[in-house]
């Protein structure tokens, strides 16, 4: 896959689940992915019981500002999962959000905050991690941990990380610390 940078709105998301679901996962059932910027890193007893699950990284990323075009790169750019599958009806459902910053260029009063901007490798290397935990939580399948769902798995040294300017750090779930033991 090339390297290049598309917005995670697009569809690159979805053709790169899409193309993993068929080559990963030796099983039949369905499986969809859609963006929500609401989902947070909990889970209501009721959604639980229903058989969601939550599986959360931080990445690297790229942003370019809407308005004033600033660009600028994190290292902790968090991504939440909730994922199901449904075994009556063999669907899988993947709501996925990846968390924003507002550019600390024009700082947009913190009311305008830009959408990250991955790699394809680095949105396969994600999905990837995402389909481990899929086949250890949904098919009960050994699950080898490699760090890929760890946090703040791996290092990249950037500008220190500016809380006010983090959508995450907003709503009190953003990595703070360069290490994490899970």
Same mark, same amino acid.
């Given at each position: ?29 369905? &499986? ?6 609401? #989902?947070?890193?909990?889970?209501? +007893? =009721? $959604?639980?019981?229903? *058989?969601?699950? !939550? ?10 500002c ?5 660009? &600028? ?6 991504? #939440?999962?909730?994922?199901?599958? +449904? =075994? $009556?009806?063999?669907? *899988?459902?993947? !709501? ?59 290092v ?16 009190g ?10």
């Amino acid at each position: 896959m090339s390297s290049g940078y598309r917005s995670s709105t697009g569809n690159v998301w979805i053709d790169i689940f899409s193309e993993l679901i068929d080559e990963e996962l030796d099983y039949t059932d369905k &499986w969809s992915l859609n963006f929500n910027y609401k #989902i947070t890193d909990t889970l209501s +007893r =009721e $959604k639980k019981k229903e *058989g969601w699950k !939550i599986s959360s990284r931080h990445v690297y990323a790229s942003f370019c500002c809407s308005k004033c075009h600033h660009q &600028w790169n994190s290292a902790r750019v968090l991504v #939440i999962f909730h994922y199901r599958l +449904r =075994e $009556k009806t063999e669907r *899988g459902h993947v !709501i996925m959000r990846p968390f924003r910053q507002v550019c600390d260029a024009c700082k947009s009063n913190g009311e305008h905050y830009e959408i990250p901007r991955f790699s394809e490798d680095k949105v396969e290397e994600i999905l990837l991690g995402l389909l481990s935990k899929i086949k250890k939580n949904c098919y009960r399948e050994d699950y080898h941990d490699d760090g890929i769902d760890s946090g703040c798995s791996k290092v990249y040294r950037t500008k220190p990380h500016k809380s006010s300017l983090c959508e995450a750090c907003k709503d009190g779930i953003c990595c703070k610390d360069d290490y994490k033991d899970d």
